[in-house]
């Protein structure tokens, strides 16, 4: 397999703190011999656990971002045992057009692992992490929201695995973050994610969804600036006492938690949320928007459970996902 283009203008190896580029030449119309710099901070201190936190792997997504740059700018390296790397815009051509897939290839770099050294600039960005990057964490911290299309209860996650001992420490990591609620999480499509690749590796890794509309609110910023703080110190990285609070305890047991339209329409909710829902209960009603004087089509809730996750505009297309439920774990 080629090498892959990319190079860092940071030393991974060396002690202190580096502010520095990924840079992935790219040649195109306004710049033949240009480049992607993808922003990087390194903070190290001898030996140690390595955190790999990262925030935009889609770009309209906000909150991890906000905690990103300012822990990049904030952290000393004196405060740290081992080393942190700190990506807050991973995917930045999607970042910089505020969109959740690339405008240089179209390609969801959520969904382009392992990559290919060789392929489109999301290809190579993922080849990088997947080479270069991963292998060089113990902890791997993804934060991510709604983005443009969807609003969830803010939520720190870990996944279902194989290994129980793996397993311990995601879910440890995901309880140390500390969101308002923390959810055992089901993917719809987990093929190509940034989470698989980590997880495969053997990695302890923690994602977040922590609010939507394509923005972020103060609550919602906070919580990640919070979260990555606990977590490295959770880790050793860090040395201090956690900030807390109680967090709701949610799993996603089945697929039926996603419900999906197979209409589009004008969206019209009766649930918010963070509501309690019983097995039918109407989740919301599809009004037709190329017709008047026809009944609206209903959705109703295939399982009892809370709305964690809606969709966000407020028409939708055939195959939208409308809502998410979980299950309270007691």
Not at 91 to 100: E, Q, S
Not at 184 to 200: C, F, N, P, Q, V
């Amino acid at each position: 397999m080629r090498d892959n283009p990319i190079s860092a203008t940071i030393d991974f190896e060396c002690d202190g703190v580096q502010h520095g580029y990924l840079r992935l030449p790219y040649s195109r119309n306004d710049s033949a011999w240009g480049a992607i710099q993808i922003p990087v901070t390194q903070v190290k201190n001898g030996d140690g656990p390595s955190a790999l936190l990262t925030g935009g792997n889609h770009g309209d997504e906000y909150e991890g971002p906000l905690a990103l740059v300012e822990l990049a700018q904030t952290l000393e390296a004196k405060d740290v045992t081992g080393r942190v790397i700190i990506l807050p815009f991973m995917n930045h051509p999607a970042f910089m057009a505020g969109t959740r897939v690339s405008p240089l290839d179209g390609v969801n770099m959520n969904r382009s692992f392992p990559g290919r050294p060789d392929g489109t600039p999301t290809q190579k960005i993922a080849d990088y992490f997947q080479r270069v990057l991963l292998p060089l964490a113990d902890v791997v911290l993804d934060f991510h929201s709604g983005g443009k299309t969807l609003d969830f209860l803010p939520f720190a996650a870990c996944h279902t695995l194989d290994d129980p001992d793996q397993q311990a420490r995601c879910r440890a990591a995901r309880d140390a973050f500390n969101a308002p609620f923390s959810v055992e999480m089901r993917e719809i499509d987990a093929l190509g994610m940034y989470d698989d690749a980590a997880e495969t590796m053997g990695k302890t890794f923690v994602t977040t969804e922590l609010g939507g509309g394509g923005t972020a609110t103060p609550e919602t910023a906070q919580i990640a600036r919070k979260g990555v703080r606990n977590l490295l110190i959770h880790t050793g990285i860090l040395q201090g006492q956690p900030v807390t609070a109680p967090s709701r305890m949610l799993s996603q047991d089945d697929d039926r938690c996603f419900h999906v339209t197979n209409h589009g329409g004008l969206v019209d909710f009766n649930v918010t949320l963070g509501d309690t829902l019983a097995e039918g209960d109407l989740i919301a009603r599809l009004w037709d928007s190329q017709h008047t004087g026809l009944p609206p089509r209903e959705i109703r809730a295939q399982m009892g459970g809370i709305v964690i996750a809606r969709h966000h505009p407020g028409l939708a297309q055939p195959g939208d996902c409308l809502a998410v439920l979980a299950t309270e774990l007691t």
